[in-house]
């Protein structure tokens, strides 16, 4: 059973494209008792050797229990789910309880790359940023946050990110509703988002499965900025 009240959204794109940057100004904008954002990232599996483990695979993720918890809160009940911990690189033994909201965002790399999970998303939304303004958002992340320097940052690079971006994260623009540039003024995006949630909400309701309208962003003018980060 489906809460016709609820509308799903999944957010994607690239490492350090600003998704996740996107998708916590729009929770920030529609309220925490009104959105619930969900990461992808919960989902990794538990990892031995983090220094080889290949993150950007989508079999490094859970994303079957990802599917199965937003089924669940999509019916308007409750879901436990897991806590990962990036400092030991292994799951927290107590899962989070946690409840339906009206808004449900689910953002990560992959997040449009699995079928199922795409059959869940009311609507579907790309965040598509130029490889080295990306790049340079992550080596500054990864050295100020991380505890990485550069030459670590480039091999990881180069040698997963790069080659899994290609692979498995770019081709998934071709589902979105929405292509968005990761560079720019935020606030006019977040008002369009807002807005399309919404005019996909009266849409579910009324059990519309026509096209999404666009969300009007063409006259918009992008400037890089530094409120984007990841």
Not at 68 to 93: C, I, M, N, W
Not at 113 to 134: K, Q, S
Not at 144 to 165: F, K, N, Q, S, Y
Request: charged fraction near 30%; include cysteine; hydrophobic fraction near 40%.
């Amino acid at each position: 059973m489906v809460d016709t009240n609820i509308v799903v959204v999944g957010i994607a794109g690239g490492t350090a494209s600003g998704k996740t940057t996107l998708a916590r100004k729009v929770v920030a904008a529609l309220g925490s008792s009104e959105c619930l954002l969900i990461t992808h990232d919960r989902y990794y599996h538990d990892v031995e050797n983090p220094s080889t483990f290949n993150y950007d695979h989508p079999d490094a993720l859970e994303t079957s229990l990802l599917v199965e918890h937003v089924r669940t809160l999509r019916a308007g009940q409750a879901a436990e789910l897991p806590d990962y911990d990036f400092s030991s690189h292994t799951r927290k033994p107590e899962a989070v309880t946690t409840e339906a909201q009206p808004t449900i965002i689910v953002e990560g790399i992959l997040a449009l790359e699995d079928e199922d999970l795409r059959a869940l998303f009311d609507l579907m939304i790309f965040v598509d940023t130029p490889d080295d303004l990306r790049l340079a958002r992550r080596i500054r992340r990864d050295v100020a946050t991380r505890a990485r320097d550069i030459e670590e940052v480039l091999g990881r690079w180069l040698t997963t990110v790069r080659p899994m971006h290609i692979r498995y994260v770019e081709p998934c623009r071709t589902y979105a509703d929405v292509v968005l540039p990761g560079v720019g003024l935020l606030e006019p995006l977040v008002d369009s988002i807002c807005g399309a949630i919404e005019r996909c909400r009266l849409e579910v309701g009324a059990g519309d499965d026509g096209e999404l309208e666009e969300l009007g962003t063409d006259d918009l003018v992008y400037i890089d900025s530094d409120t984007w980060t990841s």
